[in-house]
């Protein structure tokens, strides 16, 4: 006879459980042990049901014990970048139960290229390999712009993560973007708007900032980075440094998007 159930109901169902429903289940259907009203008192009827406010407390401890992983992933060739990426990093990590960490992807340049750039020598923050995205809740992800869209090292970074679009493995993931540019026009919010096909194909929920940051968001007085899609800093001729209110605008971000990966796997804030 073909071991599958058959249209049937109430315990007898229960008896017809594939086999490795009835193994999961200890031998027994799952059902003639809690609801067995045909078979007199059983196990079922002497296991105290557990009360609203046990099911609360239970549910409050394990959202307290949860640990939120936010990554905060990276390319930056003279340092701007990993400023924005470190004053993030502060950011998320100031939210209770968020566990952020840095990530830079690896550099496609060789030491002779790199050298003619002008690169100076990569920092400590490890590599990630693509596979590894799927552990965080929630992701931020940085780049410079080259001609306006990202830097080629994280676009080849991002082309390395074919399994984990098969399978959708970063579908429903919260993810940010924060960039730096050259000069004002360069591409502040073409490279996050551009940057933004990545997510949709791997339907990650792109978290902009929008005007989370407040007055900040207006400073017309002085040169600032950032926008709206998240948070930018201007490298100029490369001796510019991020100033402070575009590093606060990146503590922001971090802060407002490990509150929303937050929300979204524990339901509170
Ligand atoms: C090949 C190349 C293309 C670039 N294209 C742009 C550009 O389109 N717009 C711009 O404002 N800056 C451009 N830049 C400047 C970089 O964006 C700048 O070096 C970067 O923002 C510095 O960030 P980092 O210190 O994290 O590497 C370009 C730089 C290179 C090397």
């Keep these: 006879m073909e071991d ?16 490795a429903q009835r193994a999961y289940w200890g031998g027994r259907g799952f059902h003639s042990l809690v609801f067995s009203p045909l078979r007199g008192p059983s196990e079922a009827s002497i296991i105290p049901r557990p009360t609203s406010s046990d099911l609360y407390h239970h549910q409050h401890q394990a959202v307290a014990k949860m640990v939120v992983k936010v990554y905060i992933v990276y390319y930056s060739m003279y340092g701007h970048v990993e400023k924005l990426a470190e004053e993030i990093l502060k950011g998320a990590n100031s939210v209770e139960g968020v566990e952020a960490t840095l990530y830079q992807v690896p550099e496609t340049l060789n030491e002779e290229v790199l050298g003619k750039m002008g690169a100076p020598p990569k920092s400590a923050v490890p590599h990630i390999l693509p596979a590894q995205l799927a552990d965080a809740d929630g992701l931020i992800f940085g780049f410079p712009t080259r001609y306006g869209m990202m830097a080629a090292q994280f676009k080849a970074f991002l082309d390395a993560t074919g399994g984990l679009w098969r399978t959708q493995a970063l579908a429903g993931k919260p993810a940010g973007i924060f960039y730096s540019t050259g000069s004002q026009g360069g591409g502040q919010e073409t490279t996050a708007l551009t940057a933004i096909t990545q997510l ?30 998240g948070a930018g800093t201007f490298a100029g001729d490369g001796t510019r440094q991020p100033t402070k209110l575009e590093l606060e605008q990146a503590f922001h971000q971090g802060k407002y998007t490990a509150g929303i990966t937050k929300k979204l796997k524990t339901g509170s804030i």
């Design 4 to 19: 599958r159930p058959v249209a049937s109901t109430g315990s007898e169902k229960a008896q017809q459980l594939y086999p």
């Design 200 to 229: 949709t194909h791997h339907g990650m929920l792109f978290v902009p900032i929008g005007y989370t940051f407040g007055a900040g968001m207006f400073e017309l007085d002085a040169v600032k980075g950032g926008s709206p899609y």
